[in-house]
């Protein structure tokens, strides 16, 4: 299965590591395909879900410093927010589209050398949401 690189956060504190190429944020299952030889992919339903991370790579970068601030050099695409999750996690960056009482919506975060391209934000799983 090619796809989109991902990391799958769960509401109680898993990861899954893989690809997909079947996740809609209107569907409510996905599948993701680990990077092991011979495993059969994993079904994944939404509502399980904290957050679905779109990486540029699976590995990550250990040695990168998190931040939650806006480079000051770079325009802004999109409304800035911050999320809380119920985990005490903070996510800060730019959407365009969310809007209170919808499932979920992306979030691509403020630090442009993250390895998260984008963020598909489980909103059940979120403490508050706050425009910046």
């Known amino acids: 299965m090619a796809g989109n690189r991902i990391v799958a956060h ?6 899954l590591k893989g690809t997909t ?3 809609f944020p209107a569907r409510d299952v996905f599948h993701v395909e680990s990077t092991g030889p011979g495993v059969p992919p994993v079904t994944v339903r939404l509502a399980d879900l904290k957050a679905l ?3 540029k790579e699976l590995a990550g970068n250990p040695g ?5 601030a806006f480079p000051a050099d770079r325009p802004v695409q999109g409304r800035k927010l911050r999320v809380v999750f119920r985990d005490g996690e903070e996510l800060v960056g730019t959407t365009q589209g969310y809007a209170p009482g919808r499932p979920g919506f992306f979030l691509v975060p403020a630090d442009p050398e993250s390895n998260n391209v984008r963020c598909y934000v489980v909103t059940a799983a979120t403490e508050r949401v706050e425009l910046l």
């Open 10 to 15: 769960f509401g109680d504190g898993r990861l």
């Open 21 to 23: 190429a079947d996740f």
């Open 53 to 55: 991370f779109f990486v």
């Open 64 to 68: 990168h410093r998190k931040t939650n």
